[in-house]
């Protein structure tokens, strides 16, 4: 899986941010805020990625346990797919 866009990632006063890129731009407009996890999952997305491998990124960040993983990267992954920016194969 990745993402549909380009997007740039920007942390601003604490907050973090993704901005489309390019041809993004013209076809998503706006901007999307999200959390530091969901920060390193977009850095990770911009290349095809199996599901596995971002749990073993999230595993690898920060100290939680699988299911936890596992629970945050479905929510994440949903958003995406609820703004139809998420190419899964």
């Not at 749990?55 to 999230?58: L, M, V």
């Given at each position: 899986m990745k993402l549909k866009y380009d997007f740039a990632v920007r942390e601003i006063?604490?907050?973090y941010v993704m901005v489309p890129l390019g041809q993004g731009a013209l076809e998503f407009?706006?901007?999307i805020s999200t959390?530091?996890?969901g920060a390193l999952l977009v850095e990770?997305?911009?290349q095809d990625v199996s599901r596995e491998d971002l749990?073993?990124?999230?595993l690898e960040e920060y100290d939680v346990d699988l299911?936890?993983?596992n629970t945050d990267l479905d929510e994440f992954l949903n958003q995406l797919r609820k703004l139809n920016?998420?190419?899964e194969d």
């Open positions: 006063v604490g907050e407009s706006g901007m959390s530091e996890t990770a997305l911009k749990i073993h990124r999230i299911q936890t993983a920016i998420l190419i």
